[in-house]
């Protein structure tokens, strides 16, 4: 006779590094690879948290049937940890946590102002002007400049 025997029970964790990609001041996308072992049943889902550094609290981002979600309510400016955990039928894994904190900014800031115009060449009609770009551009290339006169 022969005897199989099943056995089953929560899930590993699931597989990091924790991806956390496209980072704005209202949210990111995370993302993370599955479990290697799935404890015997399929994964149901999974429960995505966010940890708010300056209250201390873990709150609920969502649950995903994948293996990514969006994260779409954040602080501006605060710094956020985040943990995943898989769930079966059997219950629920341990966490995968993220490898370090983040925090919720845009990845371009408004750019330093340029230097003050210096007048090279000048008419009754006309005057030159050049300048120096800015020490900082904030992230992004500078596209143009507008230039006004008193």
């Known amino acids: 006779a022969e005897v199989r025997v099943y056995v089953v029970g929560p899930p590993g964790p699931p597989e990091g590094p924790m991806d956390i990609t496209g980072i704005h001041k209202n949210g990111c996308k995370i993302a993370w690879k599955p479990p290697k072992d799935d404890g015997g049943c399929p994964i149901e889902h999974y429960i995505v948290e966010k940890y708010d550094t300056d209250t ?24 956020y940890e985040f943990r995943v955990r898989a769930v079966n039928s059997e219950g629920e894994s ?12 845009d990845p371009f800031t408004v750019p330093l ?17 050049e300048w120096k ?9 500078i596209t143009g400049y507008i230039i006004e006169m008193k």
Request: charged residues 25%; hydrophobic residues 30%; glycine residues 8%.
């Open 94 to 105: 341990d966490n995968l946590k993220s490898l370090r904190p983040i925090i919720a900014k």
């Open 56 to 79: 201390g609290i873990w709150s609920l981002v969502g649950t995903s049937p994948t293996c990514d979600i969006q994260c779409k309510d954040l602080e501006p400016g605060k710094e």
């Open 113 to 129: 102002p340029p230097s003050a115009p210096d007048v090279v060449d000048w008419s009754e009609a006309h005057m030159d002007l």
């Open 133 to 141: 770009e800015p020490i900082d551009d904030g992230g992004s290339p």
